[in-house]
């Protein structure tokens, strides 16, 4: 089965600075990559994700890389900011909803914005 | 309500005990998941339901994990004879399929904390 590895596990940045979270897959059949933010006592949010018919995706100050070869995909966040403190969690899966595909998570990463 | 919801949000059960948990997901979401996720970890795929049909349920693990969904929305996880290793978050989310048949967006709920004592 898919096996996703994400790094850091915590991650402190300045507010303004950049922050980067970087993660692997296994299986060369997964084919969609989301990104979901977790806040304390609450659900994963998406915030942005990525299909592998496309290399980078850009929403305002988040940004998606995806290197299909290398088999990994990165997280950018810029200009961050204190309410972007958060466990973020990478995914991936095979993308078509009638298969039954499952997600697969990282193990996340405690992003700290220090004000 | 316009968001995934699930009940109860905590429940602490005696070892052995079974506890049902339920999810409500959005309306017309064919897609429904159920994850379990452990302290500081990421959430843990269960099993899958697209409408009433469970299509996948390879992540149960266990035969005391059963789930259901049988009028395609509502969905209820049951866990017979809890243990203390099945203390954790377990979070339901749905979601429907892009007009390609893609997975769309997972929504999830705000989890349902089980503590076994």
């Known amino acids: 089965g898919e096996n996703v590895e994400q790094h850091p596990s915590t991650l402190s940045v300045q507010e303004g600075d950049s922050a980067v979270i970087k993660c692997t897959y296994s299986?060369?059949?997964?084919?969609?990559f989301p990104w979901y933010k977790q806040e304390l006592g609450k659900g994963p949010q998406l915030i942005i994700d990525i299909r592998s018919n496309v290399g980078e995706k850009k929403d305002q100050r988040i940004a998606v890389t995806l290197n299909k070869t290398a088999k990994h995909f990165s997280l950018h966040i810029t200009e961050t900011q204190p309410e972007d403190s958060a466990v973020y969690f990478c995914a991936a899966s095979i993308g078509i909803s009638n298969t039954g595909n499952q997600f697969y998570f990282g193990t996340g990463t405690s992003l700290t914005v220090i004000p | 309500g316009a968001g995934v919801s699930q009940s109860p949000r905590y429940k602490v059960a005696k070892r052995g005990q079974d506890v049902a948990l339920r999810c409500d997901p959005i309306s017309g979401h064919v897609s429904l998941f159920w994850y379990q996720q452990a302290l500081g970890q990421g959430p843990e795929f269960l099993t899958y339901f697209q409408n009433e049909a469970q299509l996948d349920k390879s992540g149960l693990p266990s035969d005391r994990f059963f789930a259901e969904r049988p009028e395609g929305s509502v969905s209820t996880l049951k866990i017979q004879r809890t243990q203390q290793e099945d203390s954790a978050v377990y979070l339901c989310?749905?979601?429907?399929?892009?007009?390609?048949?893609?997975?769309?967006?997972?929504?999830f709920g705000e989890g349902s904390r089980l503590t076994v004592l």
């Open positions: 989310a749905s979601s429907v399929p892009t007009s390609g048949g893609l997975t769309g967006e997972l929504f």
């Open positions: 299986d060369s059949a997964s084919n969609y």
